[in-house]
């Protein structure tokens, strides 16, 4: 079974540059995350989509940063425009909602983004 | 909202030794922790996880322990092998409002030498 999938690996850009990530999480996950992994230090959630409807983005920066997820399956994260502090890896992980207490996550291998 | 700390911030260990993570939580409503393991270049991958209504899980040499009452949960691994070598996180699980939402700690370095 494959599992999530990003692309790309990589990305340097030049600051106020627009960027977008793509993520395509494991067939029949309903539920997909963004997270922003600073170095050294533990994914933090951007957005978390149920379906196609964004149902916790309360940590998206929404002046610079929009995601979407139109038919419920794969997904795209967008800065325009970049800064310096943008500096990351962006994870994306999906999982199966069950409605219990926690669900499992998967996560991809991340994209790297570094802003110049 | 939830908070995770982890510690140590690094481990090290000989090969065959045992290692111990540890880490606290502060919503006494979470109900779900797991691990992961990250390698250089590579996402999360989980390893083990707990929920509220067990104390202990074991998965060959890996186990895991929870005390609700003083909401903190540990990470054991036994037989220490150099591929064990990565960083190690724990996260909680909220619940309620928070649904789906994982606090992640601070990560552990665990090197493992041969």
């Known amino acids: 079974e494959a599992g999530v999938v990003q692309s790309p690996r990589y990305k340097i850009i030049e600051k106020k540059q627009p960027v977008a990530f793509w993520c395509n999480p494991i067939s029949g996950h309903n539920t997909l995350y963004w997270y922003l992994q600073n170095l050294g230090q533990g994914p933090e959630l951007l957005i978390r989509?149920?379906?196609?409807?964004?149902?916790?983005d309360s940590q998206l920066p929404k002046d610079r940063f929009s995601a979407e997820r139109l038919k419920g399956v794969d997904s795209t994260l967008k800065i325009q425009p970049a800064e310096l502090g943008d500096s990351a890896v962006y994870l994306c992980?999906?999982?199966?909602?069950?409605?219990?207490?926690?669900?499992?996550?998967?996560f991809g291998p991340g994209t790297r983004l570094t802003v110049l | 909202g939830e908070n995770v700390e982890q510690h140590p911030s690094t481990l090290s260990v000989q090969e065959g030794d045992s290692a111990v993570i540890k880490c606290t939580y502060s919503d006494s409503a979470s109900n779900y922790f797991p691990w992961y393991k990250q390698e250089l270049g590579k996402g999360p991958q989980l390893i083990i996880d707990i929920r509220s209504n067990v104390g202990e899980k074991k998965d060959q040499r890996i186990a895991v322990t929870l005390n609700k009452t003083a909401k903190h949960f540990s990470l054991h691994i036994t037989e220490t092998q150099p591929e064990d070598s990565a960083v190690y996180f724990c996260?909680?699980?909220?619940?309620?409002?928070?649904?789906?939402?994982?606090?992640f700690g601070q990560g552990t370095i665990l090197t493992v030498h041969p």
């Open positions: 996260a909680a699980h909220a619940g309620g409002t928070s649904y789906g939402k994982l606090t």
């Open positions: 989509y149920e379906n196609e409807e964004a149902v916790d």
């Open positions: 992980a999906s999982s199966f909602a069950t409605g219990t207490s926690g669900d499992t996550q998967y």
